[in-house]
């Protein structure tokens, strides 16, 4: 039998603006204790074990804070830790592995960080007890598992942990100085340090402040840093942020040549290609998130992440999605009708600094979605910068097809919480698109795909990276405009956020008969959504040339050829699998000319 429980969200119940409605409302009472009361020290309503979850409180409270979710009655002896009274529950630990790579998957606020900070000591679990647990408790909890004599050593000073953090974009405000003075703090020998940073691709950055680092070559001094901490157990949360699929694999190869020794490697990232490519096992969290998650049994990384966006766990019996994601084999076709161009450009070029950006003459039509790829510091923002007319060109012009008007989604969305961090999600979202936005058509499709309801009154500088940017991006999509120009729109998001808004944005584009341009380094999405991409290619940081749209077939190829990197699909859901360099179908693929869409029937060989 399920049991029922009753969720306070702490970050979205604002009990002093709604009078306390869910409390006033409860009808249970009983030998003067209430199934609801306020705690002042925590500052929220607590819902005791009085509760019959008969969904009055949930009714009545204004910012749907309050949930009641149904939980199988057997994971109650498994709950590791607890957020409070009423808050989010974690149910079981993954056991990692010494010289094997653990990857997590799963949605955001399901508990992945929660378990990154517990393996690495930086929390200590409650065992969703209301009373003190001391380092024994735990470690008899985990009795007769791989994990006693991990949190043994772990509890007594026999492990030392380093744990990557998932928010880069913090890092300048608490290191100063520049890239090779921050290393050699860390890794003392300059041999070493320029080994990991030859290993990283940093040794062109070693001269240059922190504060002046792009979000990628932030993700690579995070990771150079741990790297350099010589311990015995590494956690990277969100290892590919901001990075393009080359340097993703770069720091899967450095990330896998630390597994000797018997050290353990927990990985957690959204992008399952790299993650595939990276992970020996993973383990799938799964639940409703913000209330509670569940850690899934262990599995091998191929056949957990086919069972992930199957949506079903064959081992548990447990549906976790109602629709399986698929992803197409063959590329869509290209929109191209000559009487629907809406933007074009002459070759055009731009020089900032050292660096020089060569445009090709390209046109867009409308109802195209148009992948951008390329690595970073090739120009692909700055390309974005010259269609807005933030920048103007050196030479060349941008010629729009009748009154263009352009929305425009930054990279960084962080800015935007320190500009506005007084503002609350509505207040923003007000002050950006006027006071009518939720009167706009698409307001409901995104306000329920993207989770927008239980945020919109809270301040922006509160919000974690991926509630911002799914905020940032719907302001975006809410504007009416005849070109969307998204700038990594993706990072942060879990691969259902992901899919949702890859969704989105091609419904928008086939109604409003608009166009999306979609700078993305996760490939996988970039096929999803994409009709057509531009493909980047030259010297990062010196010099750019942008081709012109094409197909996806023809662009897929030539950025890939130019990366030197091939995909397979994998045979039962069709997603992009990367080939070991070398081994048998990447020969095979580069000899036939096939770098993307090539179905795989032989995963012996690959």
């Not at 009472?29 to 607590?46: N, S, T, W």
């Not at 309050?66 to 989010?88: A, K, M, R, W």
């Not at 994601?325 to 629907?340: G, L, Q, T």
């Not at 980047?536 to 077939?553: M, V």
Request: glycine share 8%.
């Amino acid at each position: 039998m399920p049991v029922r429980i009753a969720v306070v969200d702490k970050d979205s119940c604002q009990p002093k603006k709604c009078s306390q409605e869910c409390i006033r409302f409860c009808p249970i009472v009983r030998g003067g204790k209430r199934a609801i009361y306020m705690d002042e020290q925590l500052g929220h309503p607590v819902i005791t074990d009085l509760c019959t979850a008969c969904g009055i409180c949930v009714r009545k409270c204004p910012f749907e804070a309050i949930t009641i979710v149904n939980l199988p009655s057997e994971l109650g002896e498994e709950c590791v830790h607890q957020y409070g009274p009423s808050g989010f529950k974690l149910f079981r630990l993954p056991m990692p592995k010494p010289g094997r790579v653990l990857g997590i998957i799963g949605q955001n606020a399901m508990g992945k960080t929660t378990i990154a900070k517990i393996l690495s000591g930086e929390l200590k679990p409650n065992l969703c007890s209301n009373g003190q647990v001391d380092v024994n408790d735990i470690i008899r909890f985990f009795r007769g598992t791989e994990l006693q004599p991990y949190l043994t050593r772990l509890y007594g000073g026999g492990v030392r942990v380093v744990h990557k953090p998932q928010y880069i974009e913090l890092i300048p405000m608490y290191v100063r100085g520049t890239v090779r003075e921050v290393l050699m703090k860390i890794g003392g020998s300059e041999d070493l340090v320029n080994k990991v940073a030859e290993e990283l691709n940093l040794k062109h950055l070693l001269d240059r402040e922190v504060d002046k680092l792009s979000g990628g070559e932030l993700q690579r001094l995070a990771i150079a840093a741990a790297l350099l901490r010589r311990a015995d157990s590494y956690i990277f949360d969100e290892p590919t942020t901001h990075l393009d699929i080359v340097e993703r694999l770069r720091v899967a190869e450095a990330i896998r040549n630390i597994t000797g020794e018997g050290r353990y490697v927990i990985v957690i990232d959204h992008d399952l290609a790299v993650l595939d490519y990276l992970a020996d096992q993973v383990v799938i969290l799964y639940g409703k998130p913000g209330a509670y998650g569940i850690v899934s049994n262990m599995r091998g990384a191929r056949e957990g992440i086919n069972e992930y966006l199957n949506g079903y766990l064959t081992s548990e019996n447990m549906l976790i999605r109602r629709e399986p994601i698929k992803f197409r084999v063959k590329p869509a076709p290209r929109p191209v009708h000559r009487e629907k161009v809406l933007l074009e450009w002459t070759d055009m070029t731009k020089t900032l600094g050292d660096f020089k950006l060569e445009v090709k003459a390209g046109v867009v039509h409308r109802g195209e979605v148009i992948g951008v790829l390329g690595p970073n510091g090739i120009g692909k923002t700055t390309f974005a910068r010259l269609l807005i007319n933030e920048v103007e060109p050196d030479s060349g012009i941008v010629i729009p097809h009748g009154k263009v008007t352009i929305s425009y989604k930054p990279q960084y969305v962080r800015d935007l919480a320190v500009k506005y961090s007084d503002k609350t999600v509505r207040e923003y979202l007000a002050m950006t698109l006027g006071p009518d936005f939720p009167s706009k058509v698409i307001w409901p499709e995104l306000a329920n795909g993207l989770s927008l309801t239980p945020l919109m009154d809270r301040e922006l500088a509160s919000l974690s990276g991926g509630e911002l940017q799914r905020v940032v991006v719907a302001g975006s999509l809410l504007k009416d405009a005849e070109i969307y120009l998204l700038d990594e729109p993706m990072a942060y998001l879990d691969i259902e956020q992901r899919v949702r808004i890859a969704s989105i944005i091609r419904r928008i584009i086939e109604e409003r008969d608009v166009v999306a341009l979609v700078i993305e380094h996760d490939i996988t999405m970039i096929d999803y959504l994409s009709t057509s991409v531009m493909v980047f290619q030259g010297e990062p940081g010196k010099h750019g040339i942008a081709e012109s749209p094409t197909d996806l077939r023809t662009g897929m190829n030539e950025f890939l050829k130019n990366q030197d990197i091939t995909f397979r699909r994998e045979p039962q859901v069709g997603r992009p699998r990367i080939n070991k360099r070398n081994s048998y179908l990447d020969r095979l693929q580069r000899e036939i000319g096939e770098y993307y869409y090539y179905v795989s029937t032989e995963e012996g060989k690959e």
